[in-house]
């Protein structure tokens, strides 16, 4: 589904990430762990080509191109820490430039307010007008009616209630049923054992862990990946 080969990414020449490989296969969910700084947020823009690539990534086997939208056309949709919802547009308005990608997407307004009730509720409000958990919720919601096949996730649940976490985490296991790949960026490591079957582990730019969830109980990942 989505594929790093020997990746490394910087910023005006300070090196972020080095020689990163990792795949996520269809339908998958995986944690990317670390502490701050490692460059999680990194690898998510990466994708992007946000900050200086190297290497290739590739989406369902062939390489992205340098058109920052052509992710998201290929099915690779990302919820960017900071939520970013556009305080001049309602709910709705917000919700439906997701539709923008062109894809053909199972996801339409009346899934996504089965999904998540309060976004129907305040439809018409403006998108800032929201808490900070329903303006979370708003930012999955445009990123899922553009139809993704892998649904990218950076820090969801940052500065949020624990009752809202686990909305959330209710909600991403309804979207996994779907089908639709999970990689989500998460200092919430319970949330990461409740979801994903795998974890990704950076540390310093470098990719210092690949294996089952369970593992992160082990004192020695801990460690080693510094949680």
Request: charged letters at 25%; hydrophobic letters at 40%; zero cysteines.
């Amino acid at each position: 589904m989505l594929e790093f080969r020997k990746i490394g990414a910087s910023y005006d020449g300070a090196v972020v990430l080095q020689d990163v490989s990792f795949a996520i296969e269809q339908g998958e969910t995986v944690g990317l762990v670390g502490r701050n700084g490692a460059g999680k947020t990194t690898a998510l823009m990466s994708v992007y080509g946000v900050p200086d690539v190297t290497g290739h990534i590739l989406i369902d086997g062939r390489p992205i191109g340098r058109r920052s939208y052509e992710p998201t056309g290929r099915g690779v949709s990302l919820v960017p820490q900071g939520k970013r919802i556009y305080p001049n547009l309602t709910v709705e308005e917000n919700i439906m430039l997701g539709r923008a990608s062109g894809r053909e997407s199972h996801w339409n307004l009346a899934r996504i307010y089965e999904l998540f009730p309060n976004l129907e509720r305040g439809s018409n409000r403006m998108g800032t007008a929201l808490s900070g958990g329903e303006q979370q919720m708003l930012a999955i919601a445009r990123a899922l009616i553009s139809g993704p096949k892998l649904l990218m996730l950076d820090e969801p649940t940052e500065g949020l209630a624990p009752v809202i976490i686990d909305e959330l985490i209710s909600a991403f296991q309804k979207i996994r049923e779907t089908g639709t790949a999970l990689l989500l960026v998460e200092q919430h490591i319970a949330m990461i054992q409740k979801l994903a079957s795998r974890y990704l582990a950076l540390r310093k730019g470098e990719l210092v862990g690949d294996g089952p969830v369970a593992d992160l109980d082990r004192r020695e990942v801990q460690e080693l990946i510094a949680l």
